[in-house]
């Protein structure tokens, strides 16, 4: 173990990694390609350049350059917000009386409150390269909404944010924080694509879904003029965005000869976990190192614990090319949990090819221990974590305690993706003791399931 | 001016200075004493310590003593958040087309969100040394009480939060934030006290004031075992916790090289302002620098610019200890602007004496105009400041824009006191524009005056 570790193990400027880290470059087994709904063939960069920027195109597809540039345009915005600090949870640790060393990566020191800024801006930066006027996104729990609000005033761009019906009422401070940047936002499912509309003849009185919000934006995307769709998780082009993370923590770690032994990551989408474990993940499949990676997904979203490895549709109006990937069915819409940013029926395809493989492990965890955790956390280490985080907080925790049993004095290290300062109508009814824990039966899981889409075996294997 | 300096002026952890400046020590012309309010005469430690924990009293009364040690065991939960983030406003400068270098501390990257922090560890420290159980204050803005919260909980005291009734209303948020952290939350003027039954009797719709929440802290506190009140602006002391701020910027520029010409922080009570500029000033007034210090005020609460200098209770139920000030009357009620840190009616007896003096300019501002600054700095710089922290901003950009039209490439500091995100309802009702200003007229003003306490000029000058 290292000795005179700071509290905060901070990067200096000129330390702030200069590439992004794209992980498949080093898997032997590559994930699946993401096909075309049409032909069922491998999608090709021209069937995903009328609805994305053109250089996230690239990336998404791009399986071969293991570091990829950070544009210097780009990477003097991150420098206002970047390195994030990197935390020994030295509070944490005496309260449990754990022999285990943890430390946590604070994503949550910018306005949008999490680590989605990192894919926010690259985009919106590419977007203005490109010469683009204006953008459409979905958001959940309002953090990617509230980064791309940023992001585009930060880079002069429109912005049209669909956000989800529930999470709109949920956290009317998330909607104003994004109106503020000066986006245009619109509770989904509404009357203001062909999408929306369909789901609110079957059902006016949803609370939406992500799947939802993503089918909206796509729609109004393709209709508008010099326009195009972001998206802030599950794409690969994001968790390469995103491996900035990895990327700093791992910088952080050599440099104060720091070895974890478990790295845990929330997983809605995929983008934080992806991020955080890039580099790591690499060392691992060379056979350098043995670290255990833990997904914590929600108990009443399990993609990865209870879902199917199959290909599905990103968004519920079916509309997105296929991806291959755990996933609940594009019709599951989960019920109303507070960790919006966690309600997502799918999953990265390259974490979803990890865990298949064996690389990644999961586990699902209800909402009230994960709050319990959460507050337990923000009374020692004295930062409010966000809903989402606050899942890694319960496993980070959980794993300490186990270490305590054994007396093994391993290194944890866990993502703490973003603050609940915007969530505080989740805290309310924790504190209130009116949080309930949703835990969809079998027949819920199956009613999504039915939703996947029949793809021929032959054809599958014919790719 | 200085070169290669990086966008974020981070110290590192060994560099976080050990010490508070005291900077009454390095006051030739001290400022007024404490008057006992029965007696008239200078209050002493044991006038105090009835009321408030015994250290804090000890360093109220200290005028001499340049730097007083930060105990260790205080010193360890700063470095939980400290360093705070020095950043130069890169983009503020190129968006201004100034030729000003313009840096701003940030001290709103921990969960309460302000610099408020910094005197409640302090406080809570020492309540936790003293052997005390318990502790009671008042909140305006909320952030004080969020700051409270946290130290208790970390500390492990019980805490009683009078916040202002209007407040409270506007900032649902804030109030469940406080009580995640476990504080017991009374929105003030209440039933819960002689003070608060007094004052709702004569106006039982007010909105409530930080002097009325005061007197029903500190009514409770002394009715209450092993317990003490705690406050967070105004007194010595809690500038002196606040120095930190001040050290901290000191400790960087010197690092780098640069010296500042203007320094600007908004003045509610003066905590913030006070702990900014407490090393600068003391080299100004050894006649060691020619630094313009900036205080700005809310024209709806204009304590400097429209106030009288003299003594007066910190309190509405005039049961504090007499402070000679910067006061607009301890009956003066400011309307229910949006910067509630700000709705103080006196203001700290060092800044009041260096105001008084010729050594520190004041500025008042109206709401508006500051929010226009505020969503102006948050779209360039990416951190949405806190109403109060957004007079600040409102300051520094109008002497950037002066630097422009002079063509002087002068160094601007100022204080980003914090953070706007549990104020979205401020920002909402200017984006909605049913934003107003509210300035006293003069009728308004000599109401308040009319709350001075008539101290016979003999007995004043006998002392």
């Known amino acids: 173990m290292a000795t005179n570790i700071p509290t905060r193990l901070y990067l200096a400027e000129d330390e702030l990694p200069a590439n992004w880290y794209n992980l498949r470059a080093d898997m032997r087994e590559k994930p699946e390609p993401i096909l075309h709904p049409g032909t069922l063939r491998p999608a090709a960069a021209a069937d995903l350049e009328p609805v994305f920027c053109k250089e996230p195109v690239k990336q998404e597809l791009d399986e071969t350059i293991r570091y ?32 285990a060393e943890i430390y946590y990566k604070h994503e949550g020191t910018n306005t949008s409150g999490s680590h ?8 919106a930066y590419y977007a203005k390269e490109e010469g683009l006027k204006a953008l459409t996104t979905e958001t959940g729990a309002g953090q990617w909404g509230s980064a791309m609000a940023m992001a585009c005033a930060f880079y ?4 049209t944010v669909y956000m989800v019906k529930v999470s709109s009422e949920q956290k009317p401070y998330r909607k104003a924080l994004i109106e ?67 990327q700093e923590v791992k910088a952080a770690f050599d440099k104060y000869g ?31 190192s043995n670290i255990r990676f833990i997904a914590v997904e929600p108990a009443s979203c399990p993609s990865f614990t209870r879902g199917k ?44 090819k990890l865990h298949h493989d064996g690389f990644l492990e999961a586990r699902a965890e209800v909402q009230t221990e994960v709050f319990d955790a959460a507050v337990r956390f923000a009374k020692i280490e004295g930062i409010l974590p966000a809903p989402e985080s606050s899942h890694a907080v319960k496993v980070a925790i959980d794993e300490a305690l186990e270490c305590k049993r054994t007396g093994e004095k391993k290194t944890i290290l866990f993502g703490l993706t973003g603050t609940g300062y915007f969530d505080m109508t989740a805290y309310m009814a924790y504190n209130a003791k009116t949080m309930s824990d949703y835990i969809p039966t079998d027949a819920d899981l199956e009613r999504g399931f039915a939703t996947l889409p029949d793809i021929p075996r032959t054809r599958r294997f014919s790719l």
Chains 1, 2 share one sequence.
């Open 116 to 123: 989605k800024l990192n894919s926010a801006a690259a985009q």
């Open 180 to 246: 503020t940047y000066g986006a245009n936002l619109i509770p989904s499912p509404s009357n203001t694509t062909d999408a929306g509309r369909k789901i609110l003849e079957r059902d006016p009185n949803t609370g939406g879904s992500l799947g939802c919000a993503i089918s909206e934006a796509i729609e109004t995307a393709v209709k508008t003029d010099k326009c195009r769709y972001v998206l802030g998780s599950v794409l690969n082009h994001v968790l390469l965005h995103q491996s900035i993370i990895g």
């Open 68 to 99: 990829i540039p950070i544009p210097p345009g780009l990477l003097e915005f991150y420098k206002a917000y970047r390195p994030a600090p990197l935390i020994r949870a030295r509070f944490l640790e005496k309260a449990l009386e754990t022999p």
């Open 258 to 288: 720091i070895k974890p032994d478990i790295i845990i990551g929330c997983a809605g989408g995929g983008s934080n976990l992806g991020g955080l474990i890039s580099p790591f993940m690499g060392e691992k499949l060379a056979g350098k």
């Open 156 to 159: 002069g761009l429109d912005l």
């Open 309 to 352: 490895y199959a290909y599905d549709f990103g968004d519920t109006g079916k509309t997105t090319p296929l991806l291959k990937m755990y996933t609940l069915g594009n019709g599951f819409i989960p019920s109303a949990n507070h960790a919006g940013g966690l309600r997502y029926h799918g999953m990265n395809s390259v974490l979803s």
